[in-house]
C-alpha cells in the first residue's frame, strides 16, 4: 500500500507542464478541451462513441438501445450491452480496414527476438495472408465460432496472429501467460472448456531456456487423467527453426526433448503450408465474446474475465490514441507480454485498430544488458514507449550510464502501467529516460476495464509524479467510503466507477453470479475496483493499492489465498498465511508464514521444496520471496487469520494496533523472533 501520508505531500506539487515536445501535435491541446469531450463523453455515450464508431466497420444496425446497462444488483441482473444487434469483425477491423484504407505495405508488427539482431517484421498486407492461413488451419481442426482456442505461447509474431485467427473465426482466445505451470494451464483450459492449444517448442528469457512444449505436454497427461481431450495441439516451431537456419550454437538454442504425441500435435508450418490465404470473417454479433482472460481472485480461484466485440474494440482504439497521443508516423513499443491484458489491448488490438506498427518483443530488459529498451528503441526509432514500473525500477539500479549511451531522441511519450509509479520512478523515467521533454501517461486500468481508466492525456493534462490524474473519456470514478456513500472533494476511499463504459468487462465466464458479487456486491449501483484511492484539492486521483486479499507483484495481481493452497498441500504443511512485503524493484513481493505439522522440523530444504511447490503449482510469479516458521498463527477469537498483525510482524514493525481480538497473543514475541535472518 502507499502511504497517504506520502500522497498528500506529493499532491501538494511540483506540477509538470504537459511537455513541449508533444503539445504542438497533441489530439487535446488544453484541459478546457479535454473537459468538454469529457463531459459529453459521459452525458451523451452513445453520441460520442458513435462518431468514433464511424471509422470502424459494421454491418446492420444496433437492436434497442445502443448503450444499456444496469450496475445496480437491487435491479436485477447486472448486464451492459453495447450496440448489440449490429454485426461486426474484430480482425476485419484491425487488419482489412486497414489494407482498404492504403496501409497494407506499412509495418504492422516489427518483431525483436531475445538475442540482438534476431528480427523480423510483417506489413498489414502480410499479417492479413498469416491470420488468414491459420484462421483456415483452425477451422480445418474443427474449431467452430464460439468455441474456446488456449494460447500458450512466446512473445513470436504466431501470438498475435494466432490471436487474431480466432478474432477472425469468432472462437473467443484464451491466451495463458507462457510463464505459468502446467496446472495453472489445465485450471484454465477446464475452465473454459477450450478444445484446441497453440504452442511452441520453447524459447529463451535471457540466457534461460523455458521449455513450452514439455509443459503443455505435462498439462496433457493432467488433462488426460481428468478425462478432458484436446482436438489438437498447433506447435510452431521456433527455437528449432532457429537450429534450423543458423545451425548449432552456444548454449544450444534448443529445448532437449520435444515431446511428440501422433494423434494431438501438428507443426504449425506443417498446416498452414496446406491451406489457402484467404478466409472471410464470420460476421458476429457486437455482443459476442472476443476473448477470454484469466485474472486473479480473491478466493484463489482465476476469474475468466470476458470482453465482447464491439466495446472492446471501440475503447483500445480510442485509449490507444488519446492516452498515448498516436499519429500516423509514430513508432510504438509495448514491453507487456500478450498473455497479460496489457499486451491484448496495447500490443495487439489497440496499436493495429489505429493502423499503428506494434513492437512486439521476445526477451528481458536487462538481456545482453540493461540497455536494451534503449537500444530497441532507437533502432525501430521509437515514439511512444509504454512499460511497467517494476522495469522502470530495476533499470533505475543499473543507473543512468546504460540510457545515456543511447540517443532517444526520437521518444515523446512514456507509459506506465500495473502499479503505482512512485514519484522517484516517476522522476527517472521522466528526467533520465526522457530526457525532460517526454510525457509520462501513468495509465491506471484492469483486466476486468479492458482499457485505460484513470490517466494524463499527453500534451494536455499537467503532470504529478505519482498521481494518475484524471478519468479517461467515458469513466466515471467515485470515491465511495465504508458506507457506499460518494464522498466529494479531496477524499480517501474505495475507487468505484458509477457509470458503464464499452469495454466494462461482460460477466466471470460460467460464473454470472460470482461477477455480481465480486464487482457490484460490495456497493450496490458501482463498479468496484477493488482499489482504494486519494483525489486531491485539485481533483488529482492516486491509487493506494488493493483492498481486496490480492497483492500486486510487479505489476501482477497475486491472490494470497492461491498461494497458501498450494503451499498447504505440502505434506508437512498444516496452515499457511500470505502477506505483501515491501519490495525495491517487485514493488511488493509475497511473505510466507507457514505452521508445519506437529514434529516436523522447519529447515532450508523444506523452504526451497515449497518454493518449487508453488512454482509448478502456480508459476514463477507467486513464488514467495520468504517464507518464515510459524509455530502458531495470530487469530482473533472467531479464528480469522489477522493478515494486518502478520504484515506488521514481517516488517518488524512493533507497533501492532489493536490486538484487543486476538484469541491468544502469546505466539507474537516468537514470530518476531523467527523473521529470516536474510531479512
Ligand atoms: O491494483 C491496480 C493495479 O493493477 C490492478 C489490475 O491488475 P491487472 O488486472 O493484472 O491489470 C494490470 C494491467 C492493466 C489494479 O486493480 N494497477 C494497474 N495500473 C496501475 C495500478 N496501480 C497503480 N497505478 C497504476 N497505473
Redesign the pocket.
Known sequence: MVDIADIEKSALGPVYPPSPRVVAEAHVKSMEEYRKMYDRSINDPVAFWGDIAKQFYWKGAPEGRVFDYNFSKSNGRIFIKFMEGIKTNVCYNVIDRNIENGLGDNVAFYWEGNEPGDDSKVTYSELKRRVCQFANVLKAKGVKKGDHVAIYMPMILELPIAVLACARIGAPHSVVFGGFSAESLVDRILDSKCCLLVTADGLYRGKKLIELKSIADQAFQILKDRNYSLKCCIVVRHLLEDLDKKGPQEPPKRPSNIGWNEELDCWWHEEVANVSDECEPEWLDAEDPLFLLY?SGSTGKPKGVVHTQAGYLLYAATTFKYSFDYHHGDVYFCTADVG???GHSYVVYGPLANGAPSIVFEGLPVYPDAGRYWDIVDKYKVSKFYTAPTAIRSLMRFGPDYVKKYSRKTLKVLG??????NPEAWRFYYEVIGNGECSIS???????TGGHVLTPLPGCTPMKPGS?CFPFFGIKPVVLNEDGNEVQGQSEGYLAISQAWPSTMRTVYGDHERYENTYFGKFDGYYC???GCFRDKDGYFW?T??IDDCI?VS???TSTAQVESALIEHDLVAEAAVVSYPHEIKGQCLYAFLTLIKGAEFSDEVVVQLKQQVRQKIGSIAVPDYIQDAPGLPKTRSGKIMRRVLRKIARNDHQLGDISTMADSSIIETLFQLRPASL
Open positions: 485474472t497479460w491484458i496489457t506506465s502501467v500495473g502499479e503505482p509509479l501513468d495509465t491506471f486500468w484492469q483486466t476486468e494518475v475496483t477493488g482499489d491509487i493499492g488493493r500486486n505489476g501482477h495481481l
